[in-house]
C-alpha cells in the first residue's frame, strides 16, 4: 500500500515538473499571441483558397445546392474552349508586362531624378508617391474624367492644338492602353520608392571610383549603379505583377458594370461576371483558381531567389 502510494505521488510530482517546464517553454508562452491569428488566417485564407477549388470541381451554379458526388475537372475543359476567357487572358498578359515594364522604367527615371542634388528633393518625393495613396476607386474616376470625350483633359488637350477629339474609353484598341497608363501613373510612385532606397544602399564609394575614373554621370548610372539595383527592381517587379492581376476594383470604377469594353476584358471582370451576374459559381471560382496559380506563378521565383541568396 505503501509502495502504491509512493509510487503515486513519484508519477505525480513528475506531472507537476512537466507542467511547469511546459508553462516556461517560450512557444508555450507565445501561443496566447499568435494562435488565434494564425487560426484565423488558415479558416478565412487558406481554408477559403481550398473551398474555392473544391467548389471549381463541381457543376454548382444559381442558388441551388453543389453536388459533391462526383468531382470533376469539367470547369477547366470549359475555360480552355471559352474565347471571351482566353481572350481576357491575353488582355491580363499584355497589361501585366506593359504596366509592369512601364512602371519600372519611370520610377527608373525619377529615383534617378531625385538621387541628383536638386532643390525641393522632398516635396517631388512626396509628390510623385501621392497617386499610389488613393484607392482604385477614385483613380478611376479620375481617368475617367481624363479620358471623356466631350470635356476630358486629353481632348481639351488635342483640341487646343487644333487636333480631332480622340475616342479613348469607347474604342476597344485604345481602351487597354488607356488602362495601363492609368495604372503607371498610379504606381510608378511606388516604384520610384523602392529605386530610391536600392540607391540609398550603394556606397558613395562606387560612385566616387567612377568618376574620379572620368567616367560621365550617365554612364556611372549605367554601368554601376543601375547593375546594383537588380533587388529592387525584382522586389518592384513582384508586387507590380500582383497587382496587375487584380485590377478589377479599378476596371469596375471606370465602366462601372461587370464587364468593360471587349478591349478591356481581364481574368479578374470574367471572373466577377461570371459568378456575380450570371451566377456560375462553380466557373467563376475555376477562374479564381486559374489566376490564384498565376499569382504564385508569380511569386514563388521570387521566394525561391530570395531563400537561396540568403542561404549563401
Same mark, same amino acid.
Given at each position: 500500500m505503501g509502495t502504491e502510494k509512493g509510487a503515486k505521488n513519484k508519477q &505525480?510530482?513528475? $506531472? !507537476?515538473?512537466? &507542467?511547469?517546464k511546459l508553462t516556461k517553454n517560450d512557444f508555450v508562452k507565445s501561443l496566447p499571441f499568435w494562435l488565434l491569428p494564425v487560426s484565423l488566417v488558415g479558416l478565412f485564407i487558406y481554408g477559403a483558397i481550398i473551398w474555392n477549388f473544391i467548389i471549381s470541381l463541381t457543376d454548382l451554379s444559381g442558388f441551388g445546392r453543389a453536388s459533391f458526388d462526383s468531382l470533376d475537372f469539367d470547369m477547366y475543359v470549359r475555360a480552355l474552349s471559352d474565347s471571351q476567357l482566353l481572350f481576357a487572358t !491575353? $488582355?491580363?498578359f499584355v497589361l501585366l508586362v506593359a504596366f509592369t515594364v512601364l512602371c519600372l522604367i519611370l520610377g527608373l527615371a525619377l529615383a534617378i /531624378?531625385? +538621387? !541628383? +542634388? &536638386?532643390?525641393?528633393?522632398?516635396?517631388?518625393?512626396?509628390? *510623385?508617391?501621392l497617386p499610389f495613396s488613393l484607392a482604385f476607386i477614385v483613380t478611376g474616376q479620375v481617368w475617367l474624367w481624363i479620358y471623356n470625350y $466631350? *470635356?476630358?483633359?486629353? $481632348?481639351? /488637350?488635342?483640341?487646343?492644338i487644333g487636333l480631332p477629339p480622340i475616342e479613348i474609353i469607347g474604342n476597344p484598341d485604345h481602351i487597354l492602353a488607356a488602362v495601363i497608363i492609368a495604372l503607371a501613373w498610379q504606381f510608378t510612385g511606388y516604384t520610384m520608392v523602392v529605386y530610391l532606397a536600392g540607391l540609398r544602399a550603394i556606397p558613395d564609394e562606387h560612385f566616387e571610383a567612377a568618376r574620379v575614373a572620368g567616367a560621365k554621370k550617365y554612364r556611372i548610372y549605367w554601368r554601376v549603379i543601375i547593375p546594383q539595383l537588380k533587388a529592387s527592381m525584382a522586389s518592384a517587379a513582384v508586387i507590380l505583377m500582383v497587382f496587375a492581376l487584380k485590377t478589377f476594383d479599378f476596371l469596375f470604377a471606370m465602366f462601372g458594370q461587370y464587364r468593360p469594353q471587349v478591349g478591356a476584358d481581364i481574368l479578374a471582370t470574367k471572373m466577377v461576371r461570371e459568378a456575380f451576374q450570371k451566377l456560375e459559381w462553380a466557373y467563376g471560382a475555376a477562374i479564381a483558381v486559374i489566376l490564384f496559380a498565376l499569382a504564385l506563378g508569380i511569386i514563388s521565383p *521570387? &521566394? *525561391?531567389y530570395q531563400y537561396r541568396v540568403n542561404q549563401l
Open positions: &505525480i510530482g513528475h $506531472n !507537476q515538473v512537466w &507542467i511547469r !491575353q $488582355n491580363t /531624378l531625385l +538621387d !541628383q +542634388d &536638386i532643390r525641393s528633393r522632398g516635396k517631388l518625393r512626396t509628390i *510623385y508617391l $466631350n *470635356y476630358g483633359v486629353v $481632348n481639351t /488637350l488635342t483640341g487646343a *521570387y &521566394i *525561391y
